[in-house]
């Protein structure tokens, strides 16, 4: 299951093996496409101490897959309920504790139908890209007990060192993984137009992902803490 923009011609069925005997299936499928839905990003905005043109942004998307039909309902905690809850841990901190730099937060609407909110930001920038120092996008951030990925890690070498020398300094992470260019969040409008960015997800054993059990009682949140830290400190230290 998954959401888009356009209604495929015809339905596939995937079942698994466990739990199919065999036999005919009887399957009542109602769906309809609707057409110019509208939605929303929500942007926040603090400003540096210093009277400063660089902006670090910090993103994740609020959106999932809701429903199939009355009963079937996709909770989205880890994907990304997680990623929106980390956001807003980094506005109140930064609130608490403003930073030399400007610090935007955006919750992007439209991400599971092709990321559709971020692509509209970029497409009607509320401030120039080439002002943004850093964008910092949370997805997936319901875990980390065996670390975190960093997309983008193999293009902004010298940014990936800093969360490298932060974690090993402070001992917060078993592991930051470094992947490179990746399509598959809302970084990547970004990226295509030249912001510097990462997307960082956590590892962990939770392996639910778009299903019915992707739920908060799913949750470890082992190291949400120490991925405040170093985002916090990774803040503090970018040049």
């Not at 990003?41 to 009277?51: F, M």
């Not at 993103?59 to 990623?83: R, V």
């Not at 917060?172 to 969040?185: E, M």
Request: proline share 4%; hydrophobic share 40%; with cysteine.
């Amino acid at each position: 299951w998954s959401v888009g923009a356009e209604q495929l011609p015809y339905t596939v069925l995937r079942i698994q093996d466990s739990i199919y005997s065999g036999g005919p299936l009887n399957v009542e499928i109602d769906a309809k496409q609707v057409n110019n839905y509208r939605s929303q990003n929500v942007i926040a905005y603090l400003p540096g101490k210093k009277k400063c043109a660089k902006t670090i942004v910090f993103t994740a998307h609020y959106d999932h897959l809701g429903q199939m039909g009355s009963e079937t309902y996709f909770p989205g905690a880890n994907d990304n309920a997680s990623g929106t809850a980390m956001l807003f841990t980094m506005a109140k901190y930064f609130k608490a504790n403003p930073p030399d730099d400007n610090i935007m937060f955006v919750a992007f609407a439209g991400e599971e139908a092709g990321l559709l909110g971020s692509k509209y930001f970029v497409e009607n920038p509320i401030l120039k890209l080439k002002k943004i120092k850093f964008l910092i996008n949370l997805d997936i951030m319901g875990s980390g007990e065996d670390g975190i990925t960093a997309v983008n890690a193999t293009v902004f070498e010298k940014e990936f060192q800093l969360l490298q020398s932060i974690n090993r300094e402070k001992e917060l992470l078993s592991k930051i993984k470094k992947r490179g260019p990746a399509a598959n969040s809302d970084h990547y409008w970004f990226t295509e137009r030249g912001v510097p960015a990462f997307f960082i997800y956590t590892m962990g054993p939770n392996k639910h992902y778009h299903d019915i059990f992707d739920t908060y009682q799913e949750l470890s949140f082992t190291e949400y803490d120490d991925i405040t830290s170093l985002l916090i400190e990774f803040v503090k230290r970018l040049k």
